[in-house]
């Protein structure tokens, strides 16, 4: 029997990047819980894991920024991409009704996106928590009977908890976009995608017109501009380091000379990776 991928992310086993980690390759797979991100990035460039997947982007909440410094700064390049629907649950231990719970455990992001929800219950308190899944975790480990937790139903069923309420979120249009992460010169899974996608982060000196001629550089191409995104640059106080993904594949004639052209432009450039561009299956 072939030994199975083990695949790092952040949280603890539950938690929506586990849910990432099978659309993206599937259920024959070991996910490997890490505390923090940057653990995540460490364990892979230490060899100890074979992929991490990484959230990047969620559509109400924004930008995972400390993920957009960590892929430059290990230079573990994205080789895939996934979304995941975050729908919230309303958590506890099996026995617990609705009326014992006097507080709600969850991460900070996820108490955030169900506002509604704690305003037509103000009887209930909010705790953060380090992680979603992680706090239906301790709920189970420490048998709470005066709480529940906010997560999703797939924390539920790994822990054995019982959902109380499920969609709790403010806004249902709420996805979060996920990185498949390999070491560098990883072999890539053959893939037949009609579409890809390419990510790179670049600089250019603060002079009028210079993020226009940069990005200029796509435009006469006629590449797609899919994203775009400023981080203060380190070191220099209010100049700006660019995080941009575009369609196309790194390595086609097109981009090719799209990214020749920018590095003549750029102070600096970093392909973060090229991937194929999710698509929803119907």
Known sequence: ???????AFQGELGAFSQLAIHQLLGDQVEPVPCQWFDIVF??????????????????LHGSV?????????FGMPIVGETQVRISHTLIACPGVPLRDVKTVYSHPV??????????????FERATFYDTAG??????????????AIAGAIAAETYGAKILKR????????????????????????????QWKTSLAFTVRNSPGALFRALA?????????????????????FEYLFYLDFLGKADD???QKALGHLAELADSLHVLGTYPQWEQKR
């Open 253 to 255: 004639d097109r981009s």
């Open 1 to 7: 029997m072939p030994k199975r991928k083990r695949v």
């Open 42 to 59: 460490r364990t892979l460039a230490a060899g100890e894991v074979d992929a991490a997947v990484i959230p990047i982007e969620n559509t």
């Open 167 to 194: 969609n709790l979120e403010d806004d249902r249009a709420n996805f979060t976009r996920f990185f498949l992460l390999t070491p560098p010169g990883a072999r890539p899974e053959p893939t037949q995608a009609k």
């Open 217 to 237: 550089t796509l435009a006469l191409r006629d590449i797609s501009l899919a994203k775009i995104e400023s981080r203060p640059l380190r070191g220099k106080p």
């Open 65 to 73: 920024h400390e993920n957009y410094d960590h892929l430059l700064n």
């Open 110 to 123: 996820a108490l955030n996106q169900c506002m509604k929800f704690f305003r037509d219950n103000p009887q």
């Open 135 to 148: 706090s239906v975790k301790m709920l189970m480990n420490e048998n709470r009977r005066d709480a529940a």
